[in-house]
């Protein structure tokens, strides 16, 4: 089934489900046996979409079994159409219920699914929707949940609830559910692939279709136009644009692209997607768009916010874009998960790179091969989701299919011996082999990296396309020692230039930085140390002209589990503070990136 963003014209329709929803949690899983689908014994309101954790004290950390429930009167005018029940994402396995039946399952937050339900609705009475959402921390899953008493990152203790990252392992329906209203044959997918020669764009696409459409269709680009002839549900076409506008951060034009089915008179399904066009490739050490070479300036992000969690902030989405402007930064990465769709969009309008990353975060490979097996398989479908998604983006340049795997858990404190480290990163080589494949026959257009840490291993580097490192000498190294850290970094961006010729981008450096607290001699934890460690390492690729971007860690403060190492269940390596107040580090940012 494909992906496309749920759409309102003259063939479809759309009924947003987001509101208050019936919430109980379910800490025995007895809801299903007593039929909790049909009726919650004792629901409170919840909002959709929403984490549930910083709304309810009871619920803050918990990550069990909970159902959600709803009701939904359709209208007449949907009668004959196919309905799709679509779920933007449900953190970390849902299980969804129309009217008492089963209609499906699914695992992995940050992505949605859709599914048909036509079959069970009525149209007489009011429908009911169950959905129960768990995010338990289990090993096999991705992310993986800590080994059984483990956990803590960074071995420096446990953290509460264990994960084997730090930011809040938030729960919820965290995006819109909608319903869709489409026709019996109707689009599916679509995917866009864009060249350039010379001055022109060339727009190739395939579509999709349900129900088998074996008629004709349309493609229509500004006042381009290109006949379709479906066979088997499938059609492809090739639309030249001349004298095309190529998008870019500086010009991110878009353009609207429609297709049809229709016989010439009839139109019995269309769809429209912003496209831009462009091109992306490595040469050398080099990220090119467009056959010119790009710097990345920017951040790692989250999404996390008071009260709403990991639930879709539009508000926070819309301030974070115009201080991604104000400070003069054209690129983040999605850390550690796919980010929501309208901000996807909100890239390609506004000119801004992405590295998209899926949520395979605090990976390690020396645990056993049954669990390795697990977490590639659901590894590869979250990536087919992903790429499902998000191919059609101009704004993503590039996929990222882990940050920071390991070779041994990091809570491990006795050293793996040297035969079982081999074998670990032998298990992490296949691993990576296997996802790169996939990624490059699923989307054969763009980049492929992996984000390495200290200490992890070069051999993982070596498939992918462009290297990604996150370094924190004179932080969690060398703390303090600015001058003794940068020289240590400069020397090691110059070995792995040496050694792999590729584009390197710097995707994590940073250090907590409590507002309001400051130094003479810069000191760790204040805003003077913060400025001076980002100037440091931003001196050193500056004079790297090979270094192909430097992405701050991170944007802004955000939520983490509890622990030793993190005041305040909170990551403070924020650029601004969770609430988007600049830190002294973020004028100086502006001042490097901007020249103002
Ligand atoms: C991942 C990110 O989600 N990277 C972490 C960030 C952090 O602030 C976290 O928020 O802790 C940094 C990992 C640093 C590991 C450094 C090991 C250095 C050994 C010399």
């Keep these: 089934q494909g992906l496309l963003y749920p759409q309102r014209n003259e063939t479809r329709d759309l009924i947003d489900l987001s509101g208050l929803w019936q919430f109980q949690m379910d800490p025995q899983g007895e809801g299903e046996a007593q039929r909790w689908f049909r009726k919650l014994p004792a629901p409170r309101m919840i909002p959709v979409p929403c984490s549930w954790n910083d709304l309810f004290d009871d619920a ?20 004959g159409r196919r309905v799709i029940l679509r ?16 209609v499906t399952e699914h695992h992995g937050g940050n ?70 209203a489409v026709p019996t044959v109707h689009i599916d997918d679509i995917t866009v692939v864009t060249t350039i020669e010379g001055g022109d764009g060339i727009v190739s696409l ?59 008179v009839q139109i019995s399904d269309t769809y429209s997607l912003d496209i831009g066009i462009r091109t992306i490739a490595v040469r050398g050490d080099q990220i090119l768009l467009n056959g010119q070479p790009i710097k990345l300036t920017g951040f790692g992000k989250h999404e996390d916010f008071a009260l709403t969690g990991r639930g879709l902030n539009l508000p926070m989405w819309i301030r974070d874009y115009e201080l991604l402007r104000w400070i003069g930064a054209n690129s983040y990465r999605t850390s550690h998960y796919p980010y929501p769709e309208e901000v996807m969009q909100l890239a390609d309008q506004r000119g801004v790179l992405v590295i998209n990353e899926i949520p395979a975060v605090g990976l390690n490979f020396a645990d056993t091969e049954d669990l390795t097996r697990l977490r590639l398989a659901e590894t590869r479908s979250q990536f087919r989701e992903l790429i499902a998604r998000d191919k059609n983006h101009p704004s993503t340049i590039m996929w990222c299919v882990a940050n920071e795997p390991l070779v041994r858990p990091p809570d491990k404190d006795a050293p793996l011996s040297q035969p079982q480290e081999q ?25 492929v990296t992996l984000v390495g840490v200290g200490g992890g291993p070069r051999e993982w580097h070596e498939r992918f396309d462009v290297i990604c490192i996150n370094r924190y000498y004179g932080w969690y190294a060398l703390g303090g020692r600015l001058d003794q850290a940068a020289q240590v970094l400069a020397r090691e961006l110059d070995e792995l230039h040496q050694a792999f010729g590729k584009p390197i981008i710097v995707t994590e450096f940073g250090t907590d930085t409590l507002p309001g607290t400051h130094s003479l001699p810069p000191e760790m934890w204040t805003e003077e140390y913060q400025v001076e460690f980002l100037r440091r390492y931003l001196d ?57």
């Design 60 to 79: 803050h950390t918990y990550l069990g079994l909970a159902w959600y429930r709803t009701e939904v009167w359709l209208p007449s005018g949907w009668r």
């Design 540 to 596: 050193v690729a500056a004079q790297r002209p090979f270094m192909a971007g430097m992405q701050v860690w991170a944007f802004a403060d955000f939520r983490t589990v509890q622990g030793v190492g993190r005041a305040g269940g909170m990551n403070f390596k924020g650029v601004f503070t969770r609430d988007r107040r600049p830190k002294m580090a973020a004028h100086f940012l502006r001042k490097q990136w901007t020249g103002m």
């Design 87 to 102: 779920v933007g994402s449900a953190t970390y396995a849902a299980k969804v219920w129309v009217n008492g039946t089963v």
């Design 423 to 447: 074998k670990a990163i032998e298990a992490g080589t296949r691993f990576f082999q296997h996802v790169y494949d996939e990624v490059n026959r699923l989307d054969g257009t763009r980049p």
């Design 206 to 264: 395939k579509v999709a279709t349900v129900g088998g459409y074996a008629g004709t269709g349309k493609a229509r680009l500004d006042d381009i136009e290109a006949d379709l002839g479906f066979r088997a549900g499938t059609a492809e076409a090739i639309l030249r644009v001349p004298g095309a506008r190529f998008w870019s951060p500086r010009d991110p034009h878009l353009y609207t692209l429609t297709v049809t089915l229709t016989d010439g």
């Design 111 to 180: 992505l949605p699914f859709a599914v048909e339900i036509t079959e069970q609705l009525a149209w007489d009475r009011t429908n009911v929707v169950a959905i129960t959402v768990e995010n338990e921390p289990r090993p096999e899953r991705v992310p993986p949940g800590p080994p059984p008493g483990g956990g803590g990152v960074l071995g420096v203790a446990a953290g509460f609830p264990g994960t084997t990252y730090d930011f809040f392992p938030y729960a919820g329906l965290h995006r819109q559910v909608w319903l869709c």
